[in-house]
Structure formats: C-alpha cells, structure tokens
C-alpha cells in the first residue's frame, strides 16, 4: 500500500477527529493524543531550536529520515503542546517539497478556537515548519 500523501494524512486526521462531536471531548482527545508523543530530548531545548514568537516556550526539531521530514517539539504549556504536535502530525514522515508548501489549517477545521497570541504562536510554528522542510528541498 502507497504511503499517504501529505493532503490525504490531513483530511484523515481531521476527519477522524471530526468523528467527536462536541468540541471539548474533541479537545480532550488531542490533549491525550499529544500524551503519548516522546518530548523532544533536553539538549535539543535550546535558542536554535525555539519557535520564535510563542509566548509560552515551543521548540522544534526537524531531520530527514528515509529522505522525509521528520519532527520533534516540546512545549512548557501542555495544551499548547498538544496543539503543536496536531499541526505538526500531517507532516511527519512527508517529503520535504510537500511540507515546504504545506498551509492546512487543521485548528481552524476541527473548529478550535485560539486567542490570537495563541494563534499566532502556532501559525509561526508551521511557518517554521515549512522553512525547516524547505530547508531539505534539493
């Protein structure tokens, strides 16, 4: 079976939590999807690494792997770190022209609403994440 292109992994995941209907359960689930995400180890947590302009601590590590993206992140806020490992979820394991141009507003489709510091922390984080991915493109 052809692995899912980037476009496919976000509509699954978005359709898959879309299957809980009331938005705080929905939250909930997120939150305990992110539990099970390893942290991104200490000596990673630094300046190079930290999303800039989030206004609680987000860092962001990316690799290739097999020639695709591959992240890890850790936030001091575990609510935001659950929203970030979300809007990082679909481009995990995507090639790095994919993520490069990558502009899916998962948060705004599962209907989570952000203040606008919030919304901005993570609308750099995916900034971040497609420069990263850029980064990679040959």
Not at 113 to 136: F, H, S
């Amino acid at each position: 079976m052809a692995a899912l292109t980037l476009p496919e992994k976000h509509r699954a995941l978005v359709s898959r939590l879309l299957l809980i209907e009331d938005p705080q359960e929905r939250l909930a689930a997120i939150l305990q999807r992110s539990s099970k995400i390893p942290p991104l180890p200490a000596e990673h947590r630094t300046e190079f690494h930290r999303v800039e302009g989030c206004v609680s601590g987000v860092w962001l590590r990316a690799f290739l792997a097999d020639g695709l993206c591959s992240f890890e992140l850790h936030a001091e806020s575990q609510l935001v770190r659950a929203l970030a490992a979300l809007v990082c979820e679909p481009c995990q394991l995507s090639s790095p022209s994919e993520v490069a141009v990558y502009s899916g507003d998962i948060l705004g489709e599962l209907q989570i609403v952000l203040t606008p510091t919030r919304a901005e922390g993570l609308g750099r984080l995916l900034a971040q994440i497609r420069a990263l991915a850029a980064g990679y493109v040959a």
